[in-house]
Each structure stands twice: as C-alpha cells, then as structure tokens.
C-alpha cells in the first residue's frame, strides 16, 4: 500500500505560480511512476505530468509544456506551476503507479486560477 498526501493548492491570479507537493509513504519501493492528474467540472480527469523513477523521463501535457515543471525528491514529488491561467482551474490529484497496474490517489486538491 502507497499513501499519497497532497499540499499546496490555492486561490491565484492568472500569470502567477504555485507549487503542489505530494509526499509518498508506505511501500514505495514497488512505485514505478508518479505524477499529477486534474480534472475540471464536468470534464475527465486528464493527465498534467507524469515522471519514470525508475526511468527518469518526465512527460507532460501539451497544454502545460512551458508553464509546469514536474520534479521529484525521494518520496516527494512536486509540480512548479508558473503562468497559470483559468483554464488551469482544477482539482488536482497525486499518484503514483506500481509495475502490476495497481494505482493509488491522492486527496484532491483545489487549484482556482482568476482572471
């Protein structure tokens, strides 16, 4: 089992920053990838950046290239977001993807973008 505990979300006006932090405990030696999915309401929840640890590429999406950048530390794993804009507005989620398929979430959490 992976816990997964989010942090750092928040209001913010467009064209400023924030940084979400997900810490990682459990059994993470079995954890192959880690990223952050979001989902706006009334939309799926897509994909944002996700990074091999075993690997060490990071992917992102076509629509935060530029503007996020994904890093990780060990049990942490954290997403820089600069020029945010309102679209961006989501809520996000952590997790991370054992080599079997099994996947676990984190909380959620809120990022507002205002114009």
């Known amino acids: 089992q992976v816990q997964l505990v989010e942090s750092g979300g928040g209001l913010v006006q467009a064209g400023g920053s924030l940084r979400l932090t997900c810490s990682a405990s459990?059994?993470?030696?079995?954890?192959?990838?880690m990223g952050w999915y979001r989902q706006a309401p009334g939309k799926e929840r897509d994909l944002v950046a996700v990074?091999?640890?075993?690997?060490?590429f990071t992917n992102y999406a076509d629509s935060v290239k530029g503007r996020f950048t994904l890093s990780r530390d060990n049990a942490n794993l954290y997403l820089q977001m600069d020029k945010l804009k309102p679209e961006d507005t989501a809520v996000y989620y952590c997790?991370?993807?054992?080599?079997?398929?099994?996947?676990?979430w984190g909380q959620g959490m809120q990022v507002t973008v205002s114009s």
């Open positions: 990074n091999s640890v075993r690997g060490g």
């Open positions: 997790y991370a993807a054992e080599r079997d398929g099994t996947i676990y």
């Open positions: 459990g059994n993470i030696n079995n954890v192959y990838f």
